[in-house]
């Protein structure tokens, strides 16, 4: 097996660097974390275009190829490394888990802008939601609420790695203090006590 590397941002805040960090965890694979520091354009240098092409944080090195953006990262490793399997096995319950991570990357902005992870992994401080920030949250809570299917713990009959997208997501706004249904308070609670997200909660983080 050739030797993995992942490259993150070096504060741990990256909710993508976290997900590529408990794909590979989960699946039991050794690796390296390489930090890169964002605040100084680390991930613009020559240097690091050399190993991302498209200077971005994750990106995970296996041998001699390279690869960014945490849900093909992901899948990249579910398809070489099927052991512990990150995926459901099920095509369309698959389909839908891979629907789920791109939604959570390519919607919901307001909530992004206005809780970024400084608010789950340094209690940062944050203003009342906007009114297109409280839209966001409710179209995200209405979609959570089909997703998640009661008494489930999670999205499918077993974990995968979209719960851990999904958890992050509605973390934003449960560990700044916003009003999160209560159902939906318990399931990202619950994604958050597992070993390999704790792993990632706990790494060392420098001051911002």
């Not at 964002?38 to 991930?43: K, P, Q, V």
């Not at 995970?60 to 099927?82: C, M, N, Q, T």
């Not at 089909?146 to 560990?175: G, H, K």
């Amino acid at each position: 097996m050739s030797e993995l590397n992942l490259y993150v941002d070096t504060q741990y805040a990256s909710p993508y660097a976290m997900s590529a960090f408990v794909a590979l965890t989960e699946k039991r694979l050794t690796f390296s974390m390489i930090a890169i520091d964002l605040g100084i354009d680390e991930n613009h240098t020559e240097a690091y275009a050399e190993t991302s092409i498209t200077g971005r944080v994750p990106t995970l090195v296996d041998g001699d190829f390279s690869l960014s953006e945490s849900s093909a990262i992901a899948e990249y490793l579910e398809e070489k490394y099927p052991t512990n399997a990150i995926y459901p096995k099920q095509l369309q319950k698959r389909a839908r888990a891979r629907q789920i991570q791109a939604w959570l990357r390519s919607d919901l902005m307001p909530i992004r802008q206005e809780r970024s992870t400084e608010v789950i992994f340094y209690q940062a401080k944050t203003q009342p939601l906007s009114e297109q920030a409280q839209l966001a949250a409710q179209k995200l809570f209405r979609t959570a609420n089909q997703l998640i299917t009661i008494p489930s713990e999670y999205l499918f009959e077993d974990w995968c790695i979209a719960d851990v997208d999904l958890a992050l997501m509605l973390n934003r706004l449960i560990l700044a203090g916003d009003d999160v249904p209560e159902r939906l308070v318990a399931y990202a609670k619950y994604q958050w006590q597992r070993p390999s997200v704790q792993l990632w909660l706990n790494q060392k983080r420098p001051l911002l």
